[in-house]
């Protein structure tokens, strides 16, 4: 079938099981489910439009309308019972309270812009690499390196850790 064809036939079926198919469904499911399970119908309609029978074709839609409800009530069956394993599991380990220690590094942190926070907590406390912060924040990997950086030198200005003009490691440090 032509595509413009097809779509005159699909517009021909709509109209003429739109409003059926629609109260079927209503009558028969929740009403937060209708549109969805209306517009799955449609969309097997579209599907299988070779199909539908061209002479009466409200009873096949109802039969395909009445799989689409089976359907949504499985998936919502499936979605209840994941939400009542979930509820009877251990209850998440909780994050450690703020170790008074720590609290300097914590308020450096949050002055900190969200995503340069988000750069340096992804590097320091998941162990990313720039490339692989760069696959989470959507940055490129240049980009992550030069916010890290900038980020880390913030940090050490604001704790005030940074006293020696050099950077990285002290002399005698590392390997041997």
Same mark, same amino acid.
């Given at each position: ?51 539908? #029978?061209?002479? /009466? %074709? ?6 395909? *309308?009445?799989?689409? $409800? &089976?359907?949504?009530? =499985? ?20 994050? #450690?309270?703020? /170790? %008074?220690?720590?609290a300097d590094l914590h308020a *450096?942190?949050?002055? $900190? &812009?969200?995503?340069? =926070? ?8 998941e162990g990313l690499a720039p ?19 900038? *980020?880390?030198?913030? $940090? &050490? ?17 590392g390997r041997r």
């Amino acid at each position: 079938m032509a595509g413009t064809d097809r779509e005159a036939r699909m517009r021909g079926i709509a109209h003429a099981v739109g409003e059926p198919v629609r109260r079927y469904v209503c009558r028969r499911a929740p009403a937060d489910l209708v549109d969805d399970v209306v517009a799955e119908v449609f969309l097997v309609l579209w599907r299988r439009l070779d199909d539908v #029978p061209v002479d /009466d %074709p409200l009873p096949w839609t109802y039969a395909v *309308a009445r799989g689409c $409800l &089976a359907n949504a009530r =499985r998936s919502a069956r499936r979605q209840l019972s994941l939400v009542e394993r979930i509820s009877r599991m251990d209850p998440p380990v909780p994050l #450690p309270a703020e /170790d %008074p220690e720590h609290a300097d590094l914590h308020a *450096a942190l949050a002055r $900190l &812009a969200a995503l340069d =926070r988000e750069v340096v907590t992804l590097w320091a406390w998941e162990g990313l690499a720039p490339r692989e912060i760069a696959t989470v924040t959507g940055l490129s990997a240049n980009a992550v390196s030069i916010r890290l950086h900038r *980020a880390k030198s913030r $940090l &050490a200005l604001d704790l005030g850790r940074k006293t020696s003009g050099t950077a990285g490691q002290e002399p005698g440090e590392g390997r041997r």
